[in-house]
């Protein structure tokens, strides 16, 4: 097999503007999707008299999933200026580290991660700096707030005080003509690629996700998940509602609290702030029959995903 020589491969690579002008032909034939490896975002200035806020992007990256056994190996935390319209203009500098369990990390999460215990040997979380990033940011973002903030929230009182909001939950993605949330998949769909299953690339990638127009609704993502986010919602519990009428209660949405946790041993549902009255007058009419007192919880940004949910 002959090898060109050095410079004639150089001079046969095209260069960024011709490589682009070759995937626009592809796209244009119909018979390709070009997918483009994730760059950072260029920096972007505010219009003059633009309101902005800075957001922190959090992944986690941990032994497993319960939050009140297994322990955090990796964490990365991004920072961006997003406009409250929901435009991103820039990316700060990130913090990303590995930290040691007291465990051994599971074989499984080493196949999915790729982190072993020789790379997170001897490393450990500056607690000072998480605080200083988080407490310096209007909102936390994560790309499953509800497994991430769990977590989180065992590193600090800063992260429990701290208004959060989901990048996967939050953005109605199958209204978007997606067919999941996960994120490489969100990615890909979007026309782009990255090294997955490492926390920093997954933060980076999420910020370019929110910095998209939906192709459906024509919204920005970060404004979509602004909106949901700014809203409250209603955890409803049917304490002590008939057994027989379990199936009627899951139909409708809700779920079995089982577990110890200081809640009720009860059904529940989520409802947004404008089906709240409509769901208690369900509950009274069609479930117990009469009319009760039931208990009740309003979410917020500032608690939603918590443990304290």
């Known amino acids: 097999m002959t090898t060109l020589p050095k410079k004639i491969q150089e001079d046969a690579t095209p260069d960024r503007a011709e490589l682009e002008r070759m995937a626009e032909v592809l796209s244009a034939s119909g018979h390709y999707r070009v997918q483009r490896r994730l760059s950072h975002r260029d920096h972007v200035n505010p219009p003059e008299g633009t309101p902005t806020r800075r957001a922190l992007f959090v992944d986690l990256e941990t032994t497993g999933l319960d939050a009140t056994t297994d322990e955090i190996i990796e964490i990365a935390l991004v920072p961006f200026e997003y406009g409250v319209d929901g435009r991103i203009f820039g990316i700060g500098r990130s913090y990303q580290t590995f930290s040691q369990p007291t465990i051994p990390i599971p074989t499984a999460i080493t196949k999915l991660t790729g982190i072993t215990d020789e790379m997170v040997a001897g490393h450990r979380i500056d607690l000072r700096l998480v605080e200083e990033m988080v407490g310096g940011s209007s909102l936390i973002v994560a790309h499953n707030s509800n497994f991430d903030r769990r977590f ?87 304490e002590n509602s008939p057994y027989d009428l379990k199936d009627r209660l899951k139909r409708r949405g809700y779920r079995w609290n089982g577990d110890p946790n200081g809640r009720p041993r009860a059904w529940y549902i989520d409802v947004e702030d404008e089906q709240h009255s409509e769901e208690i007058n369900f509950l009274r009419k069609e479930i117990y029959l009469q009319e009760v007192e039931l208990f009740v919880q309003k979410i917020t940004a500032y608690n939603r995903f918590s443990n304290r949910q």
């Open 152 to 238: 989180a929230e065992k590193l600090g009182r800063v992260f429990e005080d701290a208004a959060w909001a989901c990048s996967m939950t939050q953005i109605d993605w199958a209204a978007e003509g997606n067919e999941g949330t996960k994120l490489a998949y969100l990615a890909a769909n979007n026309g782009f690629f990255y090294d997955g299953h490492r926390a920093e690339h997954d933060c980076y990638a999420a910020i370019e996700l929110l910095a998209q127009k939906l192709p459906v609704s024509g919204k920005l993502a970060m404004a979509a998940m602004l909106e949901k986010a700014r809203k409250s919602s209603w955890r409803i519990w049917a």
